[in-house]
Structure formats: structure tokens, C-alpha cells
């Protein structure tokens, strides 16, 4: 783990009024809750992660530029497909290219003929094809000769299907007797030959890789490693168990919200009692797991059978707000106590 936010803090100074995170809603920004929560800066900004799938598309990668092969690496967004690669390159002794055009999806091969030239080389791509061809086969043969050369495409599954069948001769450039010249670096939401028609010969030249997203382990460690100084042990463990987050970006939203969560009851931490809640059954969950009975629970608490329902179905909107954060937070304190403090909750949270 790389750039983990070190600040302290004694929590949020106060509680929001609505329940809108219970509901699924927004009810602040991302920056404005890590500020509320003594962050100084965005902990998940800057922040990497060596998961099992980057470690994967490291080896993938290492064998393709040994190949000079293509490959597709695939996955949902915020999966970190750029990164992993980014990072696996700088490991390597390699002349990247990089198509710079916005809208990859009138990227055509003379901008993939143009980006060659202009990153392997000083000199500006000729206007006239039957030149440009030339002139790119000997800045690929000589820089070829230097370092591997590797063309990377971003957002490859926008990218045409006759582009794909004109890279495919691009490759066959000879130089002195070696081709191809350079590898292929494909990265895109879902395999880039899905829903072209005729170029069943790129396909069956080209390697494919799907990224599987994160696991259990490795959500606790992005956790851990942000913002896990506002979660409770048993907060971030049972949040590591959702299987919901399997990728970073949802996984920030997820952790952020249910600090927005811990805020609208004036915690200073996450508990799993809101990661419950939010995603996994709600403190009803608990309380059965735990062998309490509703009846119980009532007059542990002092309020009618009815309260307790709300509180624990994430009816609270139905209670006014300052009765049902001081509820809410009796409620938990109970279901603490009668579990045998933290060990025996996280047994009940976890089971």
C-alpha cells in the first residue's frame, strides 16, 4: 500500500439532521465527509494497491512484450486495468506508445501510424501514405532495435473494427529481416472483438485477459490503508465480506457513504452495526443472530416493540431524528452487551 493518509482526528464535530445514507441517498460530497472526519486530503487519491489481478496483468504483460504479442486486458471500470499496466511498463525497459485522441472511437490507423512516428522518433509524420508507411517501418525497425516498443489503446472496445483489421498489417512491417516490431497493449470494459463482425483474424491473434476485481482481503487492506482509522475492526471486516465491492471506485463510494452513515447518527466511527444496515440485514440480523428476541430488546430499551421494528428496519424517518439517533445508538449498545462486547458481535456480524 502507497500514500495512506496519516492525519488524526477525533471524528465528526456533529450529526446530520436526515437519513438519507439509510436510504441510499447523498446526502454530502465525498470531500466534504472526509473533511468532516479530520482528512486533509482525498486518503484514496495517490493510493495503490498490488492485488492479485494487477500481479497477474504484470506477468501477462512481461510475456507479451517478450512475444511481441497482442493482448486484450478486460474489466469493469475502476477495476485499475491503467495503473496495473503503468506500472508493470515502468518496471520494464520499454518505448510506450500512447494514442492521445479523446474519442477512441474515431480513432483510425493513420492516428495510430502518426502516434509511432511522433513518440519513436523527431521527425513529423509525412502527409502521403505510401511515404508515411515507409517512413514508419524504419522509425519501427530502429527503435525496435533500442528498447521494446509497446503501442498501448485505451478504451479499446470503442475502437473500430476496421482500425483492428488495419493494425493487424501494421504488424507485418519487417525491419531486417524481424517482424513484428512492437507489441499491442489492449485495454477495455469488455473483450474489444465482442461486437465486431469480420475480424475474426485480429481475435484469433490476440490474447485476453479479464481482471476478477478484488477480493476480501484486499478490500480490508484498501480500507485499512485509507480510511481505516474511522472504521472499527469489526466495521472494516464486515465490510471486507459484502462481496458487493470489486472494484475501487464503488468501494470508495461504499466506504464514503457509510461515513456519511456514522455522521448522520454523530459517530465518531463506522461500526459494522451501519454496515449491517446499509448492506447486509440491519441490526434485526444481529439481534437474531445473537439470540435476542424483539420483546427483549424493547424493554432493555425501554420503548415500545413497534420502535424497535423501526429502528432496526432503517424506519427511523418514521421516529423524529434526535429520538431515533439516541435509540439507534442504545440499540447497538445492547446488542455490544448481550453479545459479549466486540468478540462475540463480530462471531454474530460475521457468521
Request: aromatic share 6%; proline share 2%.
Amino acid at each position: 500500500m502507497q500514500g495512506i493518509n496519516k492525519e488524526g482526528s477525533d471524528g465528526p464535530a456533529f450529526a446530520l439532521s436526515g437519513y438519507g445514507a439509510a436510504r441510499g441517498e447523498k446526502i454530502m460530497g465525498k470531500l466534504e465527509i472526509l473533511a468532516e472526519f479530520g482528512f486533509e486530503r482525498d486518503p484514496f487519491r495517490g493510493t495503490y494497491l498490488d492485488t492479485t489481478d494487477a500481479l497477474r496483468i504484470k506477468r501477462v504483460l512481461k510475456m507479451a512484450v517478450e512475444s511481441r504479442a497482442m493482448v486484450a486486458i478486460t474489466g469493469d471500470r475502476g477495476l485499475g486495468k491503467t495503473e496495473a499496466v503503468n506500472l508493470a511498463m515502468k518496471e520494464m525497459e520499454l518505448a510506450p506508445v500512447r494514442v492521445m485522441a479523446a474519442d477512441k472511437e474515431w480513432v483510425g490507423i493513420g492516428d495510430i501510424e502518426r502516434a509511432l512516428i511522433l513518440d519513436l522518433s523527431q521527425e513529423s509524420a509525412r502527409r502521403t501514405r505510401e511515404i508515411r508507411a515507409r517512413q514508419l517501418r524504419r522509425v519501427l525497425g530502429e527503435a525496435s532495435r533500442q528498447r521494446e516498443v509497446v503501442l498501448l489503446l485505451e478504451e479499446s472496445h470503442r475502437i473500430h473494427g476496421q482500425t483492428l483489421r488495419s493494425l493487424k498489417s501494421l504488424r507485418e512491417m519487417e525491419w531486417m529481416g524481424r517482424s513484428p516490431l512492437f507489441s499491442v497493449v489492449m485495454l477495455a470494459q469488455y473483450d474489444p472483438f465482442r461486437e465486431q463482425r469480420g475480424i475474426d483474424e485480429v481475435r484469433l491473434r490476440t490474447d485476453s485477459v479479464s481482471m476478477k476485481g478484488l477480493t476480501a482481503g484486499e478490500v480490508r487492506e484498501y480500507v485499512e490503508g485509507t480510511v481505516g482509522r474511522v472504521f472499527e475492526d469489526d466495521a472494516t471486516e464486515s465490510f471486507s465480506r459484502l462481496g458487493q465491492a470489486k472494484n475501487f471506485l464503488d468501494l470508495q463510494e461504499m466506504a464514503v457513504g457509510l461515513m456519511g452513515r456514522a455522521m448522520e447518527l454523530g459517530k465518531k466511527k463506522v461500526s459494522p452495526f451501519e454496515v449491517f444496515e446499509t448492506y447486509g440485514g440491519g441490526l434485526q440480523e444481529i439481534r437474531k443472530r445473537i439470540g435476542m428476541t424483539n420483546e427483549t430488546m424493547a424493554k432493555e430499551l425501554g420503548i415500545s416493540k413497534a420502535s424497535v421494528s423501526l429502528l432496526e428496519t432503517g424506519k427511523m424517518d418514521r421516529l423524529s431524528p434526535e429520538f431515533g439517533r439516541e435509540q439507534y445508538a442504545a440499540f447497538a449498545d445492547v446488542l455490544r452487551k448481550n453479545g459479549g462486547e466486540k468478540e462475540k458481535t463480530r462471531k454474530a456480524v460475521n457468521q
